[in-house]
């Protein structure tokens, strides 16, 4: 499987294409904890716990307009195998 962006909107699903929509807690560092699934499309296929994995590395930087309440929440699509 390989990420292709994290979208700033939702999308449709392309053939060949998964998405997933994961919850975080931006913590003081501006890391993310506490990271949950949304939604992933197509089910079964594992997005959902791939974006969970990269979304551990993943720091908005200080003033992201997505950060709403100690909370981001990030779309990630991927092209499937």
Do not use: Y
Not at 33 to 39: E, F, I, T
């Amino acid at each position: 499987m390989i990420w292709i962006a994290a979208a700033a909107a939702a999308t449709s699903v392309m053939a060949g294409q998964g998405v997933a929509t994961v919850q975080c807690r931006v913590a003081a560092g501006q890391g993310l904890r506490d990271c949950v699934v949304l939604s992933e499309t197509p089910k079964g296929a594992n997005v959902g716990a791939f974006a969970l994995k990269l979304a551990k590395g993943f720091h908005p930087q200080p003033g992201d307009r997505r950060i709403k309440d100690g909370k981001i929440v990030i779309q990630m699509k991927f092209k499937l195998p």
